[in-house]
């Protein structure tokens, strides 16, 4: 019974050109991943930018519109409200008590708020 | 339609990004690095590369964002150099010197041939405590820290890396000696 011919390795050529193929896959898959990872970083930054504008909290209007008007009007925490400016004169007919919540020294009252 | 606003919801929402991306670099590393998945594991590096550079990107929106911001008026140094800012020090320190680590370590990557194989993998690991000290500023320091959304998407992909990590050190703490220096 003659034996089977022995399994020829494949000429260098094949395996080269078998070789490369499988790089260029490689590289194509890479590319491919990499894509997806930006697409994915850049809907990961879109979704938290509308999440922040629509849900965020944006800090206290009413603390910046203090702050920038130097009434000297103490603003503590985002429900506060800066006397406005009609009002003004309002304060000075209120008792002690009331007018100390807004300047506790006559002076200028720091303002207690931050952009959160 | 954002207006003053417009600075300061970039920065966030990059700073979210930042938190959620590295996260998820991460665990990648420490599902490669654990080898914890079989087969296609040539896949990992490239994602794991990826993710990696896209939180530096997310990083220095972040930071530099915040320097449009008309409210805070942070300065450069306010957002790079620790205990330089005033405004929620601690945390604020924290966040740079994860960040400054995060950027540091990712790119030493591409210089690992002039560093040396074994001792970029061992400076590699530091990356895992730049991760901790991001999530203790996002935490910390974070306007949305208390929002529901927020709380959720930084838990579905902070806490299985957290997972990750803690059994990794675990298992690093009580493999046995010989066990240990196979894996390193």
Known sequence: MPLPPPTLPRPPADRRIAAERAREQRALRVGQLRNQVIAAALATFALAFGLVAFDGSMGSQAATSAASAGSGAAVSGSSAQPPATDDLGELDELDDGQSQQFAPDGGPAPVTSSQS | MFGVHFFWITSR????????????????????????????????????????????????????????????????????????????????????????????????????????????????????????????????????????????????????????????????????????????
């Open chain 2, 13 to 184: 929402a990059a700073g979210i990004a930042a938190l959620l991306l590295a996260s998820a670099a991460v665990g990648f590393g420490l599902v490669m690095s654990g080898r914890l998945v079989k087969g296609r594991t040539q896949d990992l590096r490239p994602v794991h590369e990826a993710l990696s550079l896209a939180t530096l990107v997310a990083l220095g929106v972040h930071a530099f964002a915040l320097l449009g911001d008309g409210f805070l008026h942070p300065s450069l140094a306010d957002v790079t150099i620790p205990f330089a800012s005033g405004y929620q020090r601690f945390w604020q320190t924290v966040g740079i010197v994860g960040g400054w680590m995060l950027v540091i370590l990712g790119l030493s990557f591409y210089a690992r041939a002039r560093i040396g194989v074994q001792r970029w993998r061992r400076l590699h690991r530091f990356t895992a405590l730049a991760w901790v000290l991001s999530v203790g500023h996002s935490l910390g320091e974070g306007t949305d820290a208390g929002r529901v959304w927020f709380l959720a998407a930084t838990g579905m992909v902070v806490l299985p890396t957290l997972w990750l990590l803690i059994e990794r050190h675990a298992g690093a703490l009580v493999a046995p000696p010989t066990e240990r220096a196979d894996a390193a």
